[in-house]
């Protein structure tokens, strides 16, 4: 049989190109080590869609009635005695009461685990009460607590000082405070008052007022006058009757603090009410004798 020219070299030619084929067909193939791989469709019903919860309100509450220093009566009809507040002392229930009034009564409050009354500038109402004398700790395991309590005994504060300890007499303290007329006020012969503002917000700040008999006599009798420079008014006192006109501030003596001994201090207090500038009182008069600062 007589074979066509270049009929034999044509096939390899064709067996080179379909193999080239394949390979490349293979190659094809194979792409997905050198490209990504494709993207399969998602749908919004296979990942359900993540809620955060919402932000767990402030609970604020109004003292709408105080029964005693530890023990009032919530907005939301609750009554709560506060945890870590021995019963109040028969010579101080008064005093602390009254405290409490000032402190508390038609005030926002936030009760906080550990049982006590937390006011509007963060401060811890059962802590503060201890540190100002007003009654004593039943919290034998709470340092703080332990060491306000120490600090009022030390500087005889409240329930710690007179009439509820008498430092020149054995006799026991009287069980209430005395109800008769209050004496006549008596000269002062030296005084000194710690004016200290303890907690300040906007537009509202509170202040500790100590008065210290510096003299040679007993004080028996005692308003404690001094003007604001700022506007600033008094909203409420503690362990002293306030009356105020413009700027010019009386404090006297309730019926169970009249007296100050020689070398004794008496623990003041009130809230106030402020705009931008609270500058502090720079004299003071103790039934019209002057007193120094500090």
């Keep these: 049989m007589r074979r066509l ?20 067909s293979a190659a094809g193939s194979c792409a997905g080590d050198d490209r990504p791989a494709p993207a399969l469709p998602t749908t919004t019903q296979d990942t359900p869609a993540v809620i955060e919860p919402p932000a767990k309100a402030a609970v604020s509450v109004t003292v709408q009635r105080v029964i005693d220093v530890r023990t009032v009566q919530l907005s939301d009809g609750a009554e709560v005695t506060v945890k870590g507040l021995a019963a109040p002392d028969g010579c101080w229930t008064e005093a602390s009461t009254t405290f409490a009034k000032a402190m508390l009564l038609d005030k926002l409050v936030d009760p906080t685990p550990a049982g006590s009354l937390r006011l509007a500038d963060g401060t811890d109402y059962a802590l503060l009460a201890v540190e100002l004398g007003m009654v004593r700790s039943e919290a034998s395991g709470d340092r703080a607590m332990q060491e306000a309590e120490q600090t009022a005994s030390a500087k005889r504060l409240g329930r710690w000082g007179p009439p509820c300890v008498q430092p020149t007499s054995a006799t026991p303290p009287p069980a209430k405070p005395t109800t008769t007329a209050p004496p006549a ?22 202040t500790d007022v100590t008065i210290r008999n510096t003299g040679n006599t007993e ?3 005692w308003t404690l006058q001094w003007k604001f420079a700022n506007g600033q008014k008094v909203s409420e006192m503690w362990n002293a009757t306030l009356k105020q006109s413009g700027q010019d501030i009386s404090a006297t003596a309730m019926p169970y603090n009249q007296a100050i001994g020689k070398g004794e201090s008496l623990l003041m207090g009130f809230n106030g009410i402020s705009g931008g500038t609270n500058t502090a009182p720079n004299a003071f008069s103790l039934n019209g004798h002057a007193c120094k600062l500090g």
Excluded: K, N
Aim: contains cysteine; glycine residues 14%; proline residues 11%.
């Design 5 to 24: 020219p270049g009929t034999a070299r044509s096939r390899p030619a064709s067996r080179l190109v379909a193999a080239v084929i394949l390979l490349g």
């Design 185 to 206: 006020p008596q000269p002062v012969t030296g005084c000194s008052v710690e004016y200290r503002v303890t907690h300040s917000w906007p537009g509202g700040f509170r």
């Design 219 to 221: 004080i028996t009798g």
